[in-house]
């Protein structure tokens, strides 16, 4: 089961730094332990991950691989504006097409992992 992490990191250094070790451990042992999605402030991540789409892959994760007009029927919604959600996390890589052109997440488990503290 593959595992996605979803961060909030300002340090562009470390972010870097992270995914090279990343780089490094899944060339050397031919396995992605989990995969990464780091956002550089909350604005960033609400703008991709907004409660309508949270809940577009929630709702994914429930029913399975199903078509575009499959989900939107599932969500209630307009099918075009399930298409530009779905653009959208397609991009990031949220979500996937399979061979079939159908919609899936691709994650047992999405995790996420941030920390909310006082400016300095």
Request: no cysteine; proline share 5%; net charge negative.
């Given at each position: 089961m593959r595992t996605a992490t979803i961060q909030?990191?300002?340090?562009?250094?470390?972010?870097?730094?992270d995914a090279g070790s990343a780089f490094v451990e899944a060339w050397r042992t031919g396995k992605s332990g989990s995969d990464l999605f780091t956002f550089s402030s909350p604005a960033q991540l609400f703008s991709v991950l907004s409660p309508r789409r949270w809940t577009l892959i929630e709702r994914l994760q429930g029913v399975?691989?199903?078509s575009l007009r499959g989900l939107a029927r599932e969500l209630g919604r307009d099918v075009k504006r399930v298409h530009e959600d779905v653009a959208i996390l397609l991009d990031w890589g949220l979500i996937e097409r399979t061979d079939d052109r159908k919609l899936v997440?691709?994650?047992?488990?999405?995790?996420a992992d941030f920390n909310l503290s006082a400016a300095a």
């Open positions: 909030i990191r300002k340090d562009d250094e470390a972010i870097l730094n399975g691989a199903v997440v691709p994650y047992g488990v999405i995790h």
